[in-house]
């Protein structure tokens, strides 16, 4: 493990060595800065391939910056994008002899011939911290053996100390360093050495792809390579070998018949399951570690760098972006405060108008069109040069899961936006987790920024609600505690819990009433009007106008309608995959019924226990029926 005073103290006691890495680094930074003064083409490209020699030159620490930049067309020109996409794949191996011999030693055994059959001459990929061989084990079952650079945690642990000093300075020189004021940069230096450590333990990367096997392996075209913990070390590593091409070699995949925006798609989903489901995220996904396979799945690697987000945090950031998406800014605001940016004692209210003035021109058209990175240096133009804030300790490796993901996104499509492909998951989380049913019931209501006095003070929002139920629609993935059904619709227990919850509020219940009987006035006033004017157009206008029909009237009733023709397609698909066959009382939906029987009828699966939650779904099932019949 990392402990940043015990390495300081090792090292300390050895100048020597720190001033020759120092003097080493020093050294190629200055050539690089030679080159940088030229501003043409040729000089560019020069220049990025030089330091991509030199963070090759550098080591492990340095690789590892490169691939985290190689995917940000964001951040760097194509020609440095071009230098630095060989990190994903094309590291300088180490000694074959050398790794040879780590692996008898760590497995214990005299010569490769005891545990496998077979065993590639020379490594099959190259990477920042190991090198991969292709073996065989002794029952036949191909795998891959990854292993550990040589002397490696003290070549990383001299880069952290370096990286430390640097940042001590800067903090030391901060009152003539704006952007450096209030950051904890030795604090970030120290999170990411952290990390970095136990990414070298393999371990720990045993456990934690057992780990995400357990919590994302059901998801479709997911792929998660089997572990063999009887064959792993500290250096060494066994695994399932996959086969399969780069998700950013987009011709391989298209030769396989396979589209690949549709396994961005799938990336997208999952991580959004890891950063905001169980908050167990993998912190470097770069390209190197998502291959496409032939038969159709998106294969994860490497899982030695991973975090983990409090379930707090979870929720708030999934309310952040629906108020990103819905241009709440008084709800972002709030999100601040939650997220812990800011203190509890600072009012958000007079941070809105900032918030609007970063966001509202960057918004286009399309709010869910904003990238992640946008999101992000909000938070920064607006909090950090404004308020006194603080970081919390996960916000640097989710920043940086995020921002990679997205760059990877856009190197394949630069029209891809991550936060689009993601809101349908947001969707149905926010309509259907009972957790989250506080922020369901403010995006409805939106009583943050009315005026208590104000006559549409606790208007229900239609627009969101269509919103809700139509993105949802388009994710494939359940809720929390509920399941999928073999056809593919959504599991009836969280719709009853939603319907259970709404009846239940009681300034919900009274908001939605008093929408109802309002909306139905202007409803029958628009058939009235309808039915005098017939065909008449003109006519027709003139008597809406006459009946007191505003434009935004005529708005909300078509919303109404929308929203009410949505609910009836949702509760018909959930209602025919949870019907019972009066033939051979199989549930199921109708289609896959094995009885030549074709009436079905509403039944809800028997449950074994009946908390509160199961008794308030059986009631709201018993009003459905009725009403059904």
Same mark, same amino acid.
């Given at each position: 493990?990392?402990?940043?005073a015990?390495?300081?103290?090792?090292?300390?006691?050895?100048?020597?060595?720190?001033?020759?890495?120092?003097?080493?680094?020093?050294?190629?930074?200055?050539?690089?800065?030679?080159?940088?003064?030229?501003?043409?083409?040729?000089?560019?490209?020069?220049?990025?391939?030089?330091?991509?020699?030199?963070?090759t030159?550098?080591?492990?620490?340095?690789?590892?910056?490169?691939?985290?930049?190689?995917?940000?067309?964001?951040?760097?020109?194509?020609?440095?994008?071009?230098?630095?996409?060989?990190?994903?794949? &094309?590291?300088?191996?180490?000694?074959?002899?050398?790794?040879?011999?780590?692996?008898?030693?760590?497995?214990?055994?005299?010569?490769?011939?005891?545990?496998?059959?077979?065993?590639?001459?020379?490594?099959?990929?190259?990477?920042?911290?190991?090198?991969?061989?292709?073996?065989?084990?002794?029952?036949?079952?191909?795998?891959?053996?990854?292993?550990?650079?040589?002397?490696?945690?003290?070549?990383?642990?001299?880069?952290?100390?370096l990286?430390?000093?640097?940042?001590?300075?800067?903090?030391?020189f901060?009152?003539?360093?704006? %952007?450096?004021?209030?950051?904890?940069?030795?604090?970030?230096?120290?999170?990411?050495?952290?990390?970095?450590?136990?990414?070298l333990?393999?371990? #720990?990367?045993?456990?934690?792809?057992?780990?995400?096997?357990?919590?994302?392996?059901?998801?479709?075209?997911l792929?998660?390579?089997?572990?063999?913990?009887?064959?792993?070390?500290?250096?060494?590593?066994?695994?399932?070998?996959?086969?399969?091409?780069?998700?950013?070699?987009?011709?391989?995949?298209?030769?396989?018949?396979?589209?690949?925006?549709?396994?961005?798609s799938?990336?997208?989903?999952?991580?959004?399951?890891?950063?905001?489901?169980? %908050?167990?995220?993998?912190?470097?996904?770069?390209?190197?570690?998502?291959?496409?396979?032939?038969?159709?799945?998106?294969?994860?690697?490497?899982?030695? #760098? #991973?975090?983990? #987000?409090?379930?707090?945090?979870?929720?708030?950031?999934?309310?952040?972006?629906?108020?990103?998406?819905?241009?709440?800014?008084?709800?972002?605001?709030?999100?601040?405060?939650?997220?812990?940016?800011? &203190?509890?004692?600072?009012?958000?209210?007079?941070?809105?108008?900032k918030?609007?003035?970063?966001?509202?021109?960057?918004?286009?058209?399309?709010?869910?069109?904003?990238?992640?990175?946008?999101?992000?240096?909000?938070?920064?133009?607006?909090?950090?040069?404004?308020?006194?804030?603080?970081?919390?300790?996960?916000?640097?490796?989710v920043?940086?899961?995020?921002?990679?993901?997205?760059?990877?996104?856009?190197?394949?499509?630069?029209?891809?936006?991550?936060?689009?492909?993601?809101?349908?998951?947001?969707?149905?989380?926010?309509?259907?987790? &009972?957790?989250?049913? *506080?922020?369901?019931?403010?995006?409805?209501?939106?009583?943050?920024?009315?005026?208590?006095?104000?006559?549409?003070?606790?208007?229900?929002?239609?627009?969101?609600?269509?919103?809700?139920?139509?993105?949802? &629609?388009?994710?494939?993935?359940?809720?929390? %505690?509920?399941?999928?059904t073999?056809?593919?619709?959504?599991?009836?227990?969280?719709?009853?819990?939603?319907?259970?919850?709404?009846?239940?509020?009681?300034?919900?219940?009274?908001?939605?009433?008093?929408?109802?009987?309002?909306?139905?006035?202007?409803?029958?006033?628009?058939?009235?009007?309808?039915?005098?004017? %017939? *065909?008449?157009?003109?006519?027709?206008?003139?008597?809406?106008?006459r009946?007191?029909?505003q434009?935004?009237?005529?708005?909300?009733? *078509?919303?109404?309608?929308?929203?009410?023709?949505?609910?009836?397609?949702?509760?018909?698909?959930?209602?025919? *995959?949870?019907?019972?066959?009066?033939?051979?009382?199989?549930?199921?939906?109708?289609?896959?019924?094995?009885?030549?029987?074709?009436?079905?009828?509403?039944?809800?699966?028997?449950?074994?226990k009946?908390?509160?939650?199961?008794?308030?779904?059986?009631?709201?099932?018993?009003?459905?029926?009725?009403?059904?019949?």
């Open positions: 493990m990392y402990n940043a015990e390495v300081e103290e090792f090292f300390g006691q050895r100048p020597f060595l720190v001033l020759g890495r120092l003097l080493k680094v020093l050294t190629g930074v200055s050539k690089c800065a030679f080159l940088a003064f030229s501003k043409d083409a040729e000089s560019e490209r020069r220049l990025a391939c030089r330091v991509r020699e030199l963070f030159e550098l080591g492990p620490t340095y690789i590892k910056l490169g691939q985290a930049l190689s995917v940000r067309p964001d951040v760097l020109p194509e020609a440095f994008l071009h230098e630095f996409r060989e990190f994903q794949d &094309s590291v300088t191996p180490f000694d074959n002899e050398e790794a040879v011999k780590l692996v008898l030693r760590e497995l214990n055994c005299s010569q490769l011939s005891e545990l496998f059959s077979d065993f590639s001459a020379q490594p099959v990929a190259a990477a920042s911290l190991g090198q991969v061989y292709k073996a065989r084990l002794k029952n036949g079952q191909s795998v891959a053996v990854k292993v550990q650079r040589p002397n490696l945690a003290e070549n990383v642990a001299l880069d952290l100390v990286a430390r000093q640097v940042a001590k300075s800067l903090v030391y901060e009152e003539f360093l704006p %952007g450096v004021q209030g950051n904890d940069l030795v604090g970030f230096v120290d999170a990411f050495g952290q990390r970095l450590f136990e990414e333990d393999y371990e #720990m990367e045993v456990k934690n792809a057992q780990r995400f096997r357990e919590l994302y392996g059901d998801q479709e075209k792929k998660v390579p089997t572990m063999y913990p009887s064959l792993a070390t500290g250096k060494v590593i066994v695994m399932e070998w996959i086969d399969g091409v780069k998700l950013t070699d987009t011709n391989a995949i298209r030769g396989l018949g396979l589209e690949p925006l549709d396994y961005i799938v990336g997208i989903e999952c991580a959004m399951r890891q950063l905001l489901e169980h %908050g167990f995220f993998h912190a470097d996904p770069h390209p190197g570690n998502f291959f496409v396979t032939g038969k159709g799945e998106l294969c994860v690697l490497d899982f030695g #760098m #991973m975090s983990e #987000m409090p379930k707090e945090a979870r929720l708030a950031v999934i309310q952040h972006i629906v108020h990103v998406v819905n241009r709440d800014y008084a709800g972002m605001a709030q999100d601040y405060n939650h997220l812990g940016f800011i &203190s509890e004692e600072i009012d958000p209210r007079p941070i809105v108008p918030i609007q003035a970063y966001f509202e021109p960057r918004m286009s058209t399309k709010a869910a069109a904003v990238s992640f990175k946008t999101i992000i240096d909000g938070l920064e133009e607006v909090i950090f040069k404004n308020y006194p804030f603080s970081v919390p300790p996960f916000y640097a490796l920043v940086r899961s995020l921002v990679t993901l997205e760059g990877l996104a856009l190197s394949i499509d630069p029209k891809y936006r991550v936060l689009a492909a993601a809101y349908p998951y947001l969707a149905k989380r926010v309509l259907l987790d &009972s957790e989250l049913r *506080s922020s369901l019931f403010e995006l409805l209501i939106n009583t943050a920024t009315a005026k208590p006095d104000a006559p549409d003070a606790r208007r229900f929002r239609w627009d969101r609600a269509i919103d809700l139920l139509r993105e949802s &629609s388009k994710s494939s993935v359940a809720v929390p %505690g509920s399941t999928r073999p056809e593919g619709t959504d599991d009836m227990g969280p719709y009853l819990d939603l319907a259970s919850s709404l009846i239940e509020d009681a300034a919900f219940r009274q908001t939605l009433v008093a929408e109802l009987a309002s909306t139905a006035d202007v409803m029958i006033a628009d058939i009235i009007g309808g039915a005098m004017s %017939g *065909s008449d157009v003109q006519q027709l206008q003139k008597l809406r106008k009946l007191g029909l434009l935004d009237d005529e708005a909300r009733v *078509s919303d109404v309608r929308e929203t009410v023709n949505l609910i009836a397609e949702k509760v018909a698909a959930t209602w025919r *995959s949870h019907s019972q066959c009066y033939g051979c009382g199989e549930f199921g939906h109708a289609s896959s019924c094995r009885c030549s029987a074709s009436f079905h009828v509403p039944q809800r699966p028997p449950r074994q009946r908390g509160c939650r199961e008794r308030r779904r059986e009631k709201c099932w018993a009003q459905l029926t009725r009403s059904g019949r």
